[in-house]
């Protein structure tokens, strides 16, 4: 009989070989080859298994419908981030940079969720016990039912739970617990593998909700293999600029709930605080209107959020005059000033621009076209536009103006905040939306003269 021939396999992207290699040809990661020769040998004696009582298939048409069970976590923006609370049994991975606030915010979560009578474990691999009690105190999430431990073996962990008996337990982060049963450090790919089955086994017998904390790797994606997003049910993503204090919760995979869904917070000294309307973040607060300003709404998951666009427009001699954005696409920029320039008859090919937004916010859809453009021929004019305009929409190469995704709610959203006009497709060409926009600044004008007599 012939010898059966081993195959190996990538277990971060399936590429397949017929020998071991160190790095996968395909992705190029490291460790993530393995045989899998005995697993499809013992594949192939696998006989059928008679089926019989509820286990039995059955038509869609007649399976039982029932609402998910879940329970608040105290905190709304996250529980809208989660699809409306935290469903038992279910592993939820949140991830983000170093230092972005994931552990404040579990820290928080488990603050909340103890002050409503749930007993929360939660253990960090990465700081003691007095370490993060020093930040309870700081943040005011000290509670008798909420449990710490400093644990980085998976078998003591184990017995932790079987002590406490929690409702919710959180493990702070996967990437630094280790199991004995399985060779290799702490973080591999072989532990990473088996510290997030065993919490996540552990989830669906105790019927026990887990939150679990996974590292990032220099590209934002997450550490480890990617069977770890898989294996979990709920995979959020926290991130910001450690410039500013606003921080966002992302959903990128949710079986109970959509992944559309965005959680505002900001961050201050005395810990995490949500953020239910944010409407005013992004904007600034002079009564006054200034030139080179524009407003515009983005849509955030589904959350409409105001953002102010600024520009300034200043004559150079230098032969490559600078472009300088803060916030949104340098390359889309540099398109919007040839479209303003061939299309509008408005030239900044000899001044140096620069764009930027208000509050960090990070604009990279093309909904915020228009308001781009209109800054920058405010600025290029010097006539400011009125507080009560709002443009929304794309700009083509042709200088036509579309409509962006969710326009309507975003009209909606720019009239609840008392935005009178809001330019968008309706005004068909970047000529027609700048004649509607110049012909307000009239009236600006004409306020600030009786004003001054």
């Not at 669906?204 to 939150?211: A, D, F, I, S, Y």
Request: one cysteine or more; a neutral charge; proline letters at 4%.
């Amino acid at each position: 009989m012939a010898r059966p021939q081993s195959t190996f396999r990538c277990s971060e992207c399936g590429w397949t070989t017929i020998k071991w290699v160190g790095r996968c040809g395909e992705c190029q990661s490291w460790g993530t080859v393995e045989d899998t020769s005995a697993v499809t040998a013992s594949a192939r004696g696998t006989s059928a298994v008679a089926v019989t009582g509820t286990r039995i298939a059955q038509p869609i048409t007649q399976a039982r419908v029932g609402a998910v069970p879940r329970w608040t976590s105290g905190i709304g923006e996250f529980d809208r981030v989660l699809g409306g609370g935290i469903v038992p049994g279910a592993a939820v991975l949140l991830s983000g940079e170093p230092g972005v606030g994931k552990s404040t915010l579990l820290l928080e979560v488990a603050s909340r969720a103890a002050a409503t009578g749930k007993r929360v474990l939660y253990v960090s691999a990465e700081e003691s016990v007095d370490q993060v009690r020093l930040r309870a105190e700081r943040t005011g999430a000290m509670h008798d039912e909420l449990f710490l431990a400093s644990e980085v073996d998976l078998g003591v962990i184990l017995g932790q739970i079987d002590q406490v008996q929690p409702d919710l337990l959180i493990a702070d982060s996967v990437q630094t617990i280790s199991s004995a049963s399985v060779d290799g450090i702490a973080g591999g790919t072989s532990q990473v593998r088996e510290v997030a089955s065993t919490l996540i086994r552990e989830a669906k017998q105790r019927n026990l909700p887990v939150l679990i904390v996974g590292h990032v790797t220099k590209d934002g994606s997450i550490a480890g293999p990617r069977l770890l997003e898989h294996l979990v049910d709920v995979v959020c993503h926290f991130e910001g600029d450690r410039q500013t204090a606003l921080r966002f919760v992302r959903a990128l995979k949710n079986r109970f709930g959509p992944t559309d869904e965005v959680g505002c917070f900001d961050m201050a000294g005395d810990g995490i605080h949500e953020v239910p309307d944010p409407s005013g973040l992004f904007m600034s607060r002079n009564g006054t209107p200034v030139s080179g300003t524009c407003i515009t709404v983005a849509m955030e998951g589904r959350r409409a959020l105001p953002v102010e666009v600024q520009a300034l427009v200043v004559p150079s001699s230098a032969p490559q005059p600078r472009r300088v954005v803060n916030g949104v696409d340098s390359s889309r920029v540099a398109m919007l000033l040839a479209v303003l320039e061939r299309r509008a008859g408005i030239k900044l090919s000899d001044a140096d621009v620069y764009v930027s937004t208000v509050g960090g916010m990070k604009l990279t859809e093309p909904g915020a076209d228009l308001a781009i453009v209109l800054a920058l021929a405010s600025a290029a004019r010097d006539r400011p536009y009125p507080h009560t305009l709002a443009a929304i929409g794309e700009i083509s190469l042709a200088g036509e103006i579309r409509a962006a995704t969710g326009a309507k709610q975003r009209a909606n959203e720019a009239r609840r905040l008392g935005f009178t006009t809001v330019l968008g497709a309706d005004a068909e060409h970047l000529r027609e939306a700048l004649r509607v926009a110049f012909s307000m600044t009239k009236s600006v004008r004409e306020r600030e003269l009786d004003a001054a007599f």
